[in-house]
């Protein structure tokens, strides 16, 4: 046998930390849907409120800029002719 020590309550702790951290992530998810439902009964679109609060979560400077490259892309794409789209 080996003569190396592994500390078993030390794993043990880390592995119930983790387990607890499951549980409770998997209570938080259980509670998000169920405000989502309650949106939804309230004739709210969830999609859209998935979407607002994604983009609520990114930085205000990067939504401004990806906003206006959209934007423009889109305005691009509209004023370009059909002869154009075929030639690229």
């Not at 994604?54 to 509209?78: C, G, H, Q």
Request: proline letters at 2%; charged letters at 40%.
């Amino acid at each position: 046998m080996s003569d190396i020590t592994i500390p078993g309550g030390k794993i043990r702790s880390f592995v119930e930390r983790i387990e607890n951290l499951d549980s409770e992530m998997q209570e938080l998810s259980e509670q998000k849907k169920e405000v989502f439902a309650e949106a939804k009964g309230e004739g709210f679109d969830v999609k859209i409120l998935k979407e607002i609060v994604k983009l609520r979560k990114e930085d205000k400077n990067e939504r401004d800029e990806r906003e206006s490259l959209l934007d423009l892309y889109m305005r691009a794409m509209e004023t370009a002719s059909p002869e154009q789209a075929k030639a690229a």
